[in-house]
């Protein structure tokens, strides 16, 4: 495998910023032209903006106006006490107050690992904030074999024994993506130092804070069809997030589309080009569709 050039944290194409709404301050990075289309890109476990830093270059250099947050619980993002804040339905409500707080109507966003999961449930609860949704692997729908390690993560004396060596996994997940330089792990240590996993950890012990709040929200089954046009772009090599758990998702996403990028989970660092490549034609695409959409209702 070719190693991808070293991206700095504190490359000056990256601006750190944050945004506080109703009851969170988010860390974020932003980078691109504040006037281009605005693209949101949520990471996953156990990840940061950072994860995401081969896309935020390469988009900004297209023109548009990236914005790669820290999560809920990440990084120098708030990193709420309370469970009930890391469901999807409250994290929804959280990146539509940071949209409000940034005076951004709507967005193209995209989701990794829980961010892609995320990416979804934003699209049921806040479907009018949306130009479109693109999904990097798929969303777990199932019990199955290969998530056996969440049973761990759900477990209390898990938070401490990776807070007690925050390096050993981060530098694992260095290395899935294929790029395990000094820098980019010491800035990923440095930044979980501030709260630690214990936010990341949360998010594996809200399944029925999701079940409840979905079941608030969305009491009809025609409520989880999601209309928003939609790609997902699959990892054949994923051995948690398998291509085939896709299959029927345009039941529920009736305008999704999809690509396949022959790398493993960390496939926006693993093959960054080809990732770029195709979440770019993606992005193209979405905005075709919006624009035949808008010109069809003249």
């Not at 994860?51 to 297209?62: C, D, S």
């Not at 914005?67 to 619980?73: E, F, L, M, R």
């Given at each position: 495998?070719?190693?991808?050039?070293?991206?700095?944290?504190?490359?000056?194409?990256?601006?750190h910023k944050f945004a506080q709404t109703k009851?969170?301050?988010?860390?974020?990075?932003?980078?691109g032209d504040p006037k281009g289309e605005p693209l949101v890109l949520v990471h996953g476990f156990p990840?940061?903006?950072y994860?995401?830093?081969?896309?935020?270059?390469?988009?900004?250099?297209?023109g548009y106006r990236v914005?790669?947050?820290?999560?809920?619980?990440y990084g120098q993002t708030d990193a709420p006490m309370e469970l009930e804040r890391y469901g999807l339905k409250a994290q929804s409500d959280q990146l539509a107050g940071f949209l409000d707080a940034l005076d951004i109507p709507k967005i193209t966003v995209i989701g990794h690992d829980w961010g892609g999961a995320f990416v979804w449930r934003f699209g049921l609860y806040y479907p009018d904030r949306l130009n479109g949704i693109i999904r990097t692997l798929e969303e777990v729908i199932a019990i199955v074999p290969q998530f056996a390690y969440q049973r761990e993560f759900v477990d209390p004396a898990t938070v401490a024994k990776m807070d007690g060596d925050k390096r050993k996994l981060l530098s694992m997940v260095l290395k899935a993506g294929d790029c395990d330089g000094q820098t980019e792990l010491d800035y990923m240590v440095q930044?979980?130092?501030?709260?630690?996993?214990?936010?990341?950890?949360?998010?594996?012990?809200?399944?029925k804070v999701n079940f409840d709040d979905e079941l608030a929200a969305l009491p009809h089954k025609h409520q989880h069809i999601?209309?928003?046009?939609?790609?997902?772009?699959?990892?054949?090599?994923?051995?948690?997030?398998?291509?085939?758990?896709a299959d029927g998702m345009d039941k529920i996403v009736p305008g999704v589309k999809f690509a396949t990028v022959d790398a493993g989970h960390f496939c926006m660092t693993e093959k960054a080009e080809e990732v770029n490549a195709l979440l770019k034609?993606?992005?193209?695409?979405?905005?075709?569709?919006?624009?035949?959409?808008?010109?069809?209702?003249l």
């Open positions: 495998m070719t190693v991808l050039p070293h991206i700095d944290p504190n490359d000056p194409i990256f601006t009851n969170l301050r988010y860390h974020y990075v932003e980078a990840d940061l903006w994860g995401w830093r081969y896309q935020i270059k390469f988009f900004a250099e297209l914005i790669a947050i820290d999560n809920v619980g930044e979980y130092s501030h709260s630690g996993y214990r936010g990341p950890l949360n998010y594996y012990k809200t399944g999601i209309h928003t046009p939609a790609w997902m772009i699959l990892a054949k090599n994923d051995p948690y997030l398998l291509p085939k758990m034609t993606a992005i193209e695409d979405l905005i075709a569709r919006r624009n035949a959409a808008a010109k069809a209702s």
